[in-house]
């Protein structure tokens, strides 16, 4: 399985468990298959997806999480394949995207895993 990052800019990155139960146009998608076909399309693919975090937390995406219900926190987040460093990582775009659920599993604040939903999904190139 590829590892994956979150990136909401500005060098806020964090390392996720896992990205899971990708769903575009009411369809669901493998995310790895996704990214090797390579589905750039020339109308918006809007859908959403569900990210686990680790155990490293940054704090700016907990406090975009925690938003859900704020309609200001609407931006786009990009997923890293691999390593945030390395240029050669895939990207995926996801184009006005918003926490729209969180799931807590243990009793501490901080979101563990949550909805991402988005206007369009493209892979950089």
Same mark, same amino acid.
């Given at each position: 399985?590829?590892?994956? /990052? %979150?990136?909401? #800019?500005?060098?806020? &990155?964090? &390392?996720?468990?896992?990205?899971?139960? @990708?769903? @575009?146009?009411?369809?669901?998608? $493998?995310?790895?298959? *996704?990214?090797?076909?390579?589905?750039? !399309?020339?109308?918006? %693919?809007? #859908?959403?997806?569900?990210?686990?975090? #680790?155990?490293?937390?940054?704090? !700016?995406?907990?406090?975009?999480?925690?938003?859900?219900?704020?309609?200001?926190?609407?931006?786009?987040?990009?997923?890293?394949? #691999?390593?945030? =460093?390395?240029? &050669?990582?895939?990207?995926?775009? %996801?184009?006005? =995207?918003? !926490?729209?659920?969180?799931? /807590? @599993?243990?009793?501490?604040?901080?979101?563990?895993? *949550?909805?991402?939903? *988005?206007? $369009?999904?493209?892979?950089?190139?």
């Amino acid at each position: 399985m590829t590892a994956y /990052h %979150l990136d909401l #800019g500005n060098n806020h &990155a964090e &390392a996720l468990d896992s990205v899971t139960k @990708l769903t @575009l146009i009411n369809n669901d998608l $493998d995310i790895d298959a *996704f990214l090797t076909s390579n589905p750039n !399309a020339p109308v918006p %693919l809007w #859908g959403n997806v569900v990210l686990t975090r #680790g155990d490293v937390r940054h704090p !700016a995406t907990t406090t975009w999480v925690e938003d859900v219900e704020n309609t200001d926190t609407h931006q786009d987040v990009v997923l890293i394949a #691999g390593d945030p =460093a390395n240029p &050669a990582s895939r990207r995926i775009r %996801l184009t006005d =995207a918003w !926490a729209s659920a969180s799931y /807590h @599993l243990d009793e501490d604040d901080d979101p563990d895993a *949550f909805l991402i939903s *988005f206007a $369009d999904i493209t892979i950089e190139k």
